[in-house]
């Protein structure tokens, strides 16, 4: 996670490969899904595969509440988000929708969010709060 951080401070101001932009995503929301999410599998009896299952759906979330984040940057209400808007703009920073565009950008959050709810309904259990809360995560306004 602090290596994914590390990186976004360092190369704010410079533009971005969608390879760098991946690496730090994965590093730094990622991870910071993925470690609670496979732990609590763990803990849970998750066998190998099951948690392999549970470290593909925290990727996704991840990915995805990061892109929505991007996508909030430009069009999110700042009242709600609390943060100001349109700072990735100003920092010169590279971001998914920079780099692909709002649509994309859009379409990959919606894709990212049903592959996590796919994943999630391969494992045992009562899924009911874990979905919602993905779909809470993926397309939040704030």
Do not use: W
Request: glycine letters at 10%; charged letters at 25%; aromatic letters at 4%.
């Amino acid at each position: 996670m602090i290596g994914g951080q590390s990186a976004d401070v360092e190369l704010t101001g410079g533009s971005l490969s969608a390879d760098q932009l991946e690496f730090i995503y994965r590093l730094k929301t990622g991870a910071l899904l993925e470690a609670p999410m496979m732990i609590g599998a763990l803990l849970g009896g998750a066998d190998e595969t099951q948690l392999q299952t549970v470290e593909h759906m925290a990727a996704c979330v991840g990915k995805a509440f990061q892109i929505q984040d991007d996508i909030l940057d430009l069009v999110g209400d700042q009242a709600l988000l609390g943060k100001p808007v349109l700072s990735d703009e100003k920092n010169h920073k590279t971001t998914y929708v920079s780099l692909y565009g709002m649509e994309k950008a859009r379409e990959d959050v919606e894709r990212l969010s049903d592959e996590a709810v796919k994943d999630l309904e391969q494992l045992p259990g009562d899924h009911e709060f874990l979905h919602q809360l993905i779909l809470k995560l993926v397309t939040r306004q704030k």
